[in-house]
């Protein structure tokens, strides 16, 4: 069964600075999609950025990128120039074809928190 | 803004009575998911329809049940409500099926109705 393990509790991240979200996962697919989702206190989730297992290079959107490891099945969030709004708890997601719904699996989350 | 709309925005009840929570998917977009979150974790899987058929289920037991409409909306209905059932539900919509290889066929979620059982 795939899962999705997310070893930092919380993180402090001074403002303007990047910050690494660890993201570890465990799948036999050979074709599965990493995902990282953004939740505010609101409690909306917000996608951020996607990753194919047969991508070659790391997923890019604006200030996050995904750092990308296949042999060593890690998939971390890195966010560049950290700003106020970017504390939020933060869930690293993979979907794969196990299951007939092609379900998101989630880990526990990060919370992070960006200091002025 | 994601286009995924839920409601009620929170809701309160009592152990052992029925709740119908209500979710408008984009439009376009066939499969709707339910999740539930409780407190401190992350999501969990519940549900999933595509086109008016549940095609997939996590492991929550059948007093969990849904619904789609050809309208994009849907509903999450919980009877015989427990303490542990309060949390923050969610559902997410994407436009296409399941067949085939895994794609980029990302799930957009709504805001989540936060449900207390008392």
């Known amino acids: 069964a795939q899962k999705i393990t997310q070893t930092q509790p919380g993180m402090f991240v001074q403002e303007k600075e990047a910050v690494t979200l660890d993201c570890t996962y465990d799948?036999?697919?050979?074709?599965?999609?990493l995902f990282w989702y953004k939740q505010p206190s609101s409690g909306e989730m917000i996608f951020l950025i996607y990753?194919?297992?047969?991508?070659?290079q790391n997923a890019t959107e604006g200030r996050y990128s995904l750092n990308f490891q296949k042999a060593r099945k890690s998939a971390n969030l890195v966010i560049s120039a950290s700003q106020l709004g970017d504390s939020a708890m933060y869930f690293c997601?993979?979907?794969?074809?196990?299951?007939?719904?092609?379900?998101?699996?989630f880990g526990s989350g990060t919370q992070l928190t960006v200091l002025p | 803004e994601t286009g995924v709309t839920q409601s009620p925005t929170h809701l309160i009840k009592t152990r052992g009575q029925q709740v119908t929570l209500r979710c408008s998917s984009q439009?376009?977009?066939?499969?709707v998911s339910w999740y539930q979150q409780a407190l401190g974790q992350g999501p969990q899987f519940i549900f999933q329809?595509?086109?008016?058929?549940?095609?997939g289920r996590g492991n929550f037991p059948p007093r969990f049940s849904g619904l789609q409409f050809p309208n994009y909306s849907s509903e999450l209905n919980v009877n015989a409500l427990e303490l542990d059932d309060s949390a923050l539900y969610l559902c997410?919509?994407?436009?296409?099926?399941?067949?085939?290889?895994?794609?980029?066929?990302?799930?957009?979620f709504g805001p989540g109705t936060r449900l207390t059982v008392l």
């Open positions: 329809y595509y086109r008016e058929e549940e095609n």
């Open positions: 997601a993979m979907r794969d074809r196990s299951g007939s719904a092609r379900q998101l699996t």
């Open positions: 439009s376009g977009h066939n499969t």
């Open positions: 997410a919509s994407n436009p296409g099926g399941t067949s085939g290889r895994v794609t980029t066929d990302t799930q957009y």
């Open positions: 990753q194919g297992s047969y991508d070659e």
């Open positions: 799948t036999s697919d050979q074709s599965y999609g």
